[in-house]
Nanobody
Framework: VQLQASGGGLVQTGGSLRLSCAAS????????MGWFRQAPGKEREFVAA????????YYADSAKGRFTISRDNAKITVYLQMNSLKPEDTAVYYC???????????????????WGQGTQVTVSS
């Protein structure tokens, strides 16, 4: 499985960006696809996740109401629509895939076995 993240950039406070994570290889319907972010000097933190087969979504408190995770089955792509962006959203954003047999929490980076390369999001004040 290979993941390719894109869509980052520089945006002003209150602006929007849509991140994409295109997957290649074998993506099973029982995978969780997640978005994490890491700001300088901080640990990688959970942003949102999508349970592929059930269409169920999960969000960090900081993302609720502003971010939306969605998928495109045909393109095997997961999106993260980010609205009302704030300077504290500035970070490198990573997409990740969680093994279906991994019983770890979807909120922990250690539970995900595949990672994309990251895309920088910078929100100016």
């Amino acid at each position: 499985v290979q993941l390719q993240a894109s869509g980052g950039g520089l945006v002003q406070t209150g602006g929007s960006l849509r991140l994409s994570c295109a997957a290649s290889g074998s993506i099973f319907s029982s995978y969780f696809m997640g978005w994490f972010r890491q700001a300088p000097g901080k640990e990688r933190e959970f942003v949102a996740a999508y349970f592929w087969s059930a269409g169920r979504t999960y969000y960090a408190d900081s993302a609720k109401g502003r971010f939306t995770i969605s998928r495109d089955n045909a393109k095997i792509t997961v999106y993260l629509q980010m609205n009302s962006l704030k300077p504290e959203d500035t970070a490198v954003y990573y997409c990740a895939a969680k093994f279906p047999t991994n019983s770890g929490s979807i909120y922990l980076p250690s539970s995900y076995g595949y990672w994309g390369q990251g895309t920088q999001v910078t929100v100016s004040s």
